[in-house]
């Protein structure tokens, strides 16, 4: 359960792919909720990941740091500084450590820091803790991951746009939490862990 650049770049590469291929879908589900471009935010901010990282970074910690630039100028929205935060959580620790769960649990700690959100408010938030959890657990599984961002489908969301519509927000899946969900699968599925 260690990261390291090669992997890095596999996981990176299949979750610019999944957000290419899903992008309509992601912006379906913020026409319910939101305002209709996560899709498009992420598949723009994938693309400049995957351009970036092309550049062949020197190591884990440059192509983390590169990934979080990329994320923060290129998507946007409210999910642009989140991701960006997350990832440069990541860069920060890869000096010291490149255990998997260590980074995860700084990077969601990150993101809460920068987001406010906690546990149930029906945000990408509501995927990052159980993989965290799950991770230092050696739990994590697709199922797991599923579960955690379905449960996203009957909160009411308390942050962000989706927190306009309060109860209306019931009942749609949280954009979010299903592209983080995607992040995820990628790094199960490329072999991370
Ligand atoms: P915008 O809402 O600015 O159009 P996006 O549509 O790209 O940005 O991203 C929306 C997603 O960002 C939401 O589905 C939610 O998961 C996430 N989000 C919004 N606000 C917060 C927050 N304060 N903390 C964590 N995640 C958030
Ligand atoms: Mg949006
Ligand atoms: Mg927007």
């Known amino acids: 359960m260690e990261l390291t650049l090669e992997n890095y770049l596999a996981w990176m590469q299949d979750f610019a792919q999944k957000i290419a291929d899903k992008k309509d879908y992601l ?49 946007g ?19 010291k450590t490149v255990d998997l769960s260590e980074l995860i649990t700084a990077a969601a700690a990150g993101l809460q820091k920068r987001g406010g959100a906690q546990a149930g408010d029906k945000t990408m938030v509501d995927v990052w803790l159980p993989v965290r959890d799950n991770l230092k657990n050696s739990q994590l599984t697709s ?21 306009y519509l309060g109860e209306r927000s019931v009942g749609h899946l949280d954009p979010g939490a299903v592209s983080s969900g995607y992040l995820f699968e990628s790094m199960l599925q490329t072999g991370v862990i």
């Open 27 to 75: 912006s379906d589900l913020d026409s319910k909720i939101g305002d209709g471009d996560h899709g498009n935010n992420m598949a723009r901010g994938l693309k400049a990941v995957s351009e970036a990282l092309a550049t062949k970074p020197a190591d884990l910690t440059s192509a983390l740091k590169v990934t979080a630039m990329a994320l923060i100028s290129k998507v």
């Open 143 to 163: 199922e797991k991951i599923e579960q955690a961002v379905n449960s996203t489908k009957q909160m009411e969301a308390k942050k962000g746009r989706a927190s």
């Open 77 to 95: 929205g409210a999910a642009g500084p989140l991701y960006g935060t997350a990832f440069l959580e990541m860069a920060k620790l890869s000096s």
